[in-house]
């Protein structure tokens, strides 16, 4: 069997019952065979200090490296008044620092998202997001989208349960997938 693609996954929320988190978690749970999601807990990386980019902690040395050794991340951001939320944006700016050693360089992305709300369910977030992965050079797959809203509805207990969001997140991994292997190729 070839070797299975390495993902990075993680959520842009550190609430313990986060609706991002459940997106991440059941993508891993269904992942196709030729993928291992691994999910990181952004609650480990400290607050950004540039004093600090020369000598970084140890939770952010293992960030980085975890992203540059994956075939793709896979992100689920929570909207914050009309934009992603803090917790995510200092992650990234850690991962993309020092200068010259941006860890998403040349890296597939896959976004999604998960609000309570009612109207946009993250659209406006995610589309934040793209100017930043833009800069890094990262690969941002486009479609297909997946925009959540009135999670409380479709997910419960830490997973999704709505079988149709099930199906698109599944779709969305397996266009991730098709997307990482055609960039392998370029
Ligand atoms: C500071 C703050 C700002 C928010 N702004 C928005 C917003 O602009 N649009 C939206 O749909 N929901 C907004 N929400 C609601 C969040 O989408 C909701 O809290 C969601 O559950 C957060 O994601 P999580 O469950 O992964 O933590 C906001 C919540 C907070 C705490």
Same mark, same amino acid.
């Given at each position: 069997m070839e070797k299975k693609l390495k993902i990075l996954a993680f959520a842009g929320s550190l609430r313990k019952d986060s609706y991002n988190k459940a997106l991440i978690n059941t993508a891993k749970e269904i992942s196709p065979e030729s993928m291992e999601i691994e999910i990181f807990d952004l609650a480990k990386i400290p607050l950004f200090n540039q004093d600090e980019e020369l000598n970084m902690p140890e939770s952010v040395k293992e960030f980085k490296s975890k992203i540059k050794e994956s075939d793709g991340v896979l992100i689920a951001t929570p909207e914050y008044n009309r934009s992603f939320p803090g917790v995510l944006k200092n992650a990234i700016d850690w991962a993309s620092?020092?200068? $010259?050693?941006?860890?998403?360089?040349d890296k597939p992305v896959a976004l999604m998202g998960a609000t309570g $709300?009612?109207?946009v369910g993250t659209s406006v977030a995610q589309m934040a997001l793209r100017p930043v992965f833009s800069f890094l050079n990262a690969h941002l797959l486009e479609k297909p989208v997946i925009y959540v809203a009135e999670a409380h509805r479709k997910i419960s207990n830490g997973f999704v349960v709505d079988k149709e969001l099930k199906e698109s997140i599944r779709n969305l991994l397996l266009a991730f997938e098709a997307w990482i292997i055609r960039l392998k190729k370029v």
């Amino acid at each position: 069997m070839e070797k299975k693609l390495k993902i990075l996954a993680f959520a842009g929320s550190l609430r313990k019952d986060s609706y991002n988190k459940a997106l991440i978690n059941t993508a891993k749970e269904i992942s196709p065979e030729s993928m291992e999601i691994e999910i990181f807990d952004l609650a480990k990386i400290p607050l950004f200090n540039q004093d600090e980019e020369l000598n970084m902690p140890e939770s952010v040395k293992e960030f980085k490296s975890k992203i540059k050794e994956s075939d793709g991340v896979l992100i689920a951001t929570p909207e914050y008044n009309r934009s992603f939320p803090g917790v995510l944006k200092n992650a990234i700016d850690w991962a993309s620092r020092p200068f $010259g050693d941006n860890s998403f360089e040349d890296k597939p992305v896959a976004l999604m998202g998960a609000t309570g $709300g009612s109207i946009v369910g993250t659209s406006v977030a995610q589309m934040a997001l793209r100017p930043v992965f833009s800069f890094l050079n990262a690969h941002l797959l486009e479609k297909p989208v997946i925009y959540v809203a009135e999670a409380h509805r479709k997910i419960s207990n830490g997973f999704v349960v709505d079988k149709e969001l099930k199906e698109s997140i599944r779709n969305l991994l397996l266009a991730f997938e098709a997307w990482i292997i055609r960039l392998k190729k370029v």
